[in-house]
Nanobody
Framework: VLLVQSGGGLVQPGGSLRLSCAGS????????MSWVRQAPGKGLEWVSR????????FYSDSVKGRFTISRDNAKNTWYLQMNYVQVGDTAVYYC?????WGQGAHVAVSS
C-alpha cells in the first residue's frame, strides 16, 4: 500500500492551494479517506474525511467553509482544496486511509 501526496508549498493569506493524495495497492473505493495536519510545535489535528462514495463529508470547525475534500475513485486519488487560507493553516498535511499515511506535504501560509 502506498499513499503519495502532491501539492503544498507557500501561499499568501487568502490564497488557495490544492493537495492531492494518490493511493495504490488496495481497493481504494471501499474506504474512508481523511486529511489531518500538524502545525509546528503542536499535535495532530483532524481536518476532514470523506466516505467511500463521497456522500458523507465532515470538516473540523477550523476549516469548515474554506476547505473542500473530494475524491476520484477512478483515479484512486483524493483531494483537499484549501481556499481563503490563514496563517493558522500552516502545517504539515497528511492523507490517510485504512491505517496508511501519506508522506506529508508542507503548507506555509505567509505574506
Amino acid at each position: 500500500v502506498l499513499l503519495v501526496q502532491s501539492g503544498g508549498g507557500l501561499v499568501q493569506p487568502g490564497g488557495s492551494l490544492r493537495l492531492s493524495c494518490a493511493g495504490s495497492g488496495f481497493n481504494f473505493g471501499d474506504y474512508w479517506m481523511s486529511w489531518v495536519r500538524q502545525a509546528p510545535g503542536k499535535g495532530l489535528e483532524w481536518v476532514s474525511r470523506i466516505n467511500s462514495r463521497g456522500r458523507n463529508i465532515f470538516y473540523s470547525d477550523s476549516v469548515k467553509g474554506r476547505f473542500t475534500i473530494s475524491r476520484d475513485n477512478a483515479k484512486n486519488t483524493w483531494y483537499l482544496q484549501m481556499n481563503y487560507v490563514q496563517v493558522g493553516d500552516t502545517a504539515v498535511y497528511y492523507c490517510l486511509s485504512k491505517g496508511f499515511w501519506g508522506q506529508g506535504a508542507h503548507v506555509a501560509v505567509s505574506s
